[in-house]
């Protein structure tokens, strides 16, 4: 079966550190894989996604950026956080083009940016 | 652009119906998917409509009219650990677009 890990699952950061969030899928090939972050009580902002190795498109011009190093690794990072950076990061994978089904989610990593 | 609106929040009482509805703007539409998000954690998989009509899983079932841009979910025999939100979301190529979310209340 697949699975999904992310990590941290919380982080408290300063302003202007840098960021490294990782992402890995266990048990298919070749997924597809989405970044998104959540504000507090609000919807999921689609912030990257990647079809393939090495393949990012960026939804949302801002100071962080994406890696996909390895086929199932995904990796979020900026290299100096903004207070406007706190929020809900989820990954997520889907085998499929995103809008014929079904994605599946990790964990989060709740980052609290002061 | 592109856009899912659905209502903010709905209450309902423990054993009821709801209907959460969305309606939405977008291009190169596949079809509707619906995810429910507890408090802290991330979202699951409910349903996908690719065609018209309803689908139907154990409780919940969703609906879409493509003519209409519309669709909703229902969820039937209300249970308290139905208290969540719920996502509509619509894609197209290699994305999806997550509506705002409602809030489901439920009242004992």
């Known amino acids: 079966s697949q699975t999904i890990h992310q990590w941290p699952a919380t982080l408290v950061q300063p302003v202007g550190s840098p960021l490294s969030l990782e992402c890995t899928v266990e048990?298919?090939?070749?997924?597809?894989l989405y970044w998104y972050r959540q504000a507090a009580g609000r919807g999921l902002q689609l912030l990257f996604y990647s079809v393939g190795i090495g393949q990012i498109s960026s939804e949302v011009p801002q100071n962080l950026s994406a890696s996909r190093p390895q086929d199932r690794q995904f990796i979020l990072s900026s290299k100096k956080l903004l207070l406007s950076d706190s929020g809900f990061y989820l990954c997520a994978w889907s085998k499929l083009l995103a809008g014929a089904g079904e994605q599946f989610f990790g964990p989060g990593t709740r980052l609290t940016v002061l | 652009g592109q856009s899912l609106e659905q209502p903010s929040e709905v209450t309902a009482v423990e054993g009821a119906i709801v209907q959460i509805n969305c309606t939405y703007q977008t291009s190169g539409f596949y079809g509707l998917s619906w995810y429910q998000q507890h408090d802290g954690g991330a979202p699951t998989f409910l349903s996908y409509n690719a065609l018209d009509g309803l689908e139907e899983t154990g409780r919940f079932s969703s609906f879409l009219s493509r003519s209409d841009s519309y669709g909703y979910l229902l969820l039937q025999e209300l249970q308290m650990k139905d208290s969540a939100s719920y996502f509509c979301?619509?894609?197209?190529?290699?994305?999806?677009?997550f509506g705002k979310g409602t809030r489901l209340h439920i009242l004992p």
């Open positions: 048990g298919t090939s070749n997924p597809n």
């Open positions: 979301a619509g894609g197209a190529d290699d994305k999806i677009i």
